[in-house]
């Protein structure tokens, strides 16, 4: 498991009950996660020093449930990077911060790459990556189909001074966008993908990953430089394993060009416990 702890902002206090205890920053939220099936430890007192419940409900979504005043939204940081945290109606945040560990790494690849690089941010959400992307020196073309999120990332590359770097916002269709980067001959060094189990583009077009994936990862190898530096795909996709996550890797950029291919779960640690909480699955390609 890929674990991300190096976290000082957040923190997984404890978990039980199908709930979490967390930390961001000077907040603490307890939020559902399905994958939490065993019982909450009665005797730890830390549950009752929540700031903010989020209660499902039986018929779906959810709310919230205030037990002090919070600020509107507040800013947490991860080394240098700086995201802001708002709750929304469905019990997010706006930053997963088990990806601190696809953040940390493709720093890294970009900082050692010794060339400019230009990445794709595909389903970019909030911009956890493309934040990290910049910070690193690259080009950054951040893609998602949601004003909001896509609103959200500027205000995230703004929180990290990053505002004279090169990148290109995109509110669109992720299919549609590839395909005319394809007609244009546009190329990426490295592309990032965190596509949703289900979603629908601005214009009502259908995404379900277990028939989408495959084909739209092939797609996206056409606007792969000939020296590519990596490309990486998250999924929250319950029940798929990693090992699909290599495969599908496999079977298109690596027939193509020499590499590691990697591939597990993502993690968080459970301060109380000292166990590790499962939070999704990554594949990775990398140049060697």
Same mark, same amino acid.
């Given at each position: 498991?890929?674990i *991300?702890?190096q976290w000082k902002?957040? @923190? ?6 199908g709930?979490?205890l @967390? ?6 939220? +307890?939020?559902?996660?399905? !994958?939490?099936?065993?019982p909450?430890?009665?005797?730890? #007192?830390?549950? !009752?020093k929540?700031? *903010?419940?989020?209660h ?10 205030f037990?002090?005043?919070?600020? @509107?939204?507040?800013?947490?940081q991860y ?5 802001q945290i +708002?709750?929304t109606?469905? #019990?997010?945040?706006g930053?997963?911060? /088990? $990806?601190a560990?696809?953040?940390?790494w493709? =720093?890294? #690849?970009i900082?050692q790459a010794?060339?400019?690089i230009?990445?794709? %941010? ?11 992307a910049a910070?690193a020196?690259a /080009?950054v073309?951040?893609?998602d189909a *949601?004003k909001?999120?896509? $609103?959200w *990332? ?7 001074g990053?505002?004279?770097?090169p990148v290109?916002?995109?509110?669109d269709?992720v299919f549609?966008?590839v395909q005319? /980067? $394809?007609?244009?001959?546009?190329q990426?060094d ?6 949703p ?6 214009g009502? @077009? =259908?995404?379900?990953?277990e !028939?989408?994936?495959y084909p739209?990862l092939?797609?996206? $190898? ?9 490309m990486?795909i998250?999924?929250?996709?319950t029940g ?6 290599? %495969?599908?890797l496999?079977?298109?950029i690596g027939q193509?060009? #020499?590499g ?11 301060t +109380?416990?000292?166990l ?7 594949g990775?390609w990398e140049?060697?």
């Amino acid at each position: 498991m890929y674990i *991300a702890d190096q976290w000082k902002d957040y @923190e997984i206090i404890d978990t039980g009950d199908g709930d979490k205890l @967390e930390r961001w920053g000077d907040v603490v939220l +307890r939020r559902p996660d399905p !994958q939490i099936i065993w019982p909450v430890d009665t005797k730890v #007192k830390d549950w !009752q020093k929540a700031d *903010a419940h989020y209660h499902r409900s039986s018929s779906g979504g959810g709310n919230w449930q205030f037990n002090k005043a919070l600020p @509107e939204s507040w800013t947490i940081q991860y080394g240098e990077l700086r995201f802001q945290i +708002r709750p929304t109606n469905f #019990k997010h945040t706006g930053l997963f911060p /088990e $990806q601190a560990v696809n953040w940390s790494w493709m =720093m890294d #690849k970009i900082r050692q790459a010794g060339r400019p690089i230009r990445v794709l %941010n595909l389903f970019a959400y909030t911009g956890g990556a493309t934040v990290a992307a910049a910070a690193a020196g690259a /080009e950054v073309c951040h893609v998602d189909a *949601a004003k909001g999120m896509v $609103q959200w *990332a500027k205000e995230n590359i703004k929180l990290s001074g990053l505002e004279d770097r090169p990148v290109r916002f995109i509110t669109d269709d992720v299919f549609k966008f590839v395909q005319r /980067e $394809q007609r244009r001959g546009k190329q990426y060094d490295a592309i990032i993908m965190d596509p949703p189990s289900y979603g629908r583009g601005p214009g009502g @077009e =259908m995404w379900k990953l277990e !028939q989408s994936l495959y084909p739209f990862l092939a797609s996206c $190898q056409s606007i792969l430089s000939d020296n590519p530096l990596f490309m990486l795909i998250n999924s929250y996709t319950t029940g798929l394993s990693p090992t699909v996550l290599h %495969n599908m890797l496999h079977l298109t950029i690596g027939q193509r060009h #020499k590499g590691k291919i990697s591939s597990g779960e993502i993690g968080l640690p459970i301060t +109380r416990s000292g166990l590790h909480l499962p939070c999704g699955i990554l594949g990775r390609w990398e140049s060697m």
